[in-house]
């Protein structure tokens, strides 16, 4: 598939396109694997994490650090106040 080939599409527009008949549905695609009961006895239900866009004064030498060391620092820095608050529930 070239780049040419792929766009984006809402879940809304799929589902028009596939009522149209416009989304290839091959016929010799496999069916996937039985899972077994057994799987979905054990299976846990993991929702979405959802997020808060937040504005935070932090001091540069902060700032400095999580830079420093990652490459996002924003997700380093919303992972440790996750591992924190988890910390503290349990």
Same mark, same amino acid.
Request: proline share 6%; no cysteine.
């Given at each position: 598939? @070239? ?18 008949? $416009? ?5 010799? +695609?496999?069916?996937? $694997?039985?899972? *077994? ?12 994490? @959802? =997020?808060?866009?937040? +504005? ?5 030498? @902060?700032?400095?650090?999580?830079? *420093?060391?990652?490459?996002?620092? $924003?997700? =380093?820095? +919303? ?12």
């Amino acid at each position: 598939m @070239t780049g040419s080939d792929m766009r984006r599409a809402s879940l809304e527009e799929l589902k028009a396109m596939d009522e149209a008949g $416009e989304l290839a549905h091959p016929s010799n +695609s496999p069916d996937g $694997e039985d899972l *077994g009961d057994k799987f979905w006895q054990d299976a846990e239900l993991h929702p979405p994490r @959802t =997020t808060a866009v937040v +504005s935070l004064t932090l001091s540069q030498s @902060t700032i400095d650090f999580f830079k *420093g060391r990652a490459n996002d620092p $924003e997700s =380093t820095m +919303s992972d440790i106040l996750e591992a924190y608050v988890a910390s503290h529930n349990s």
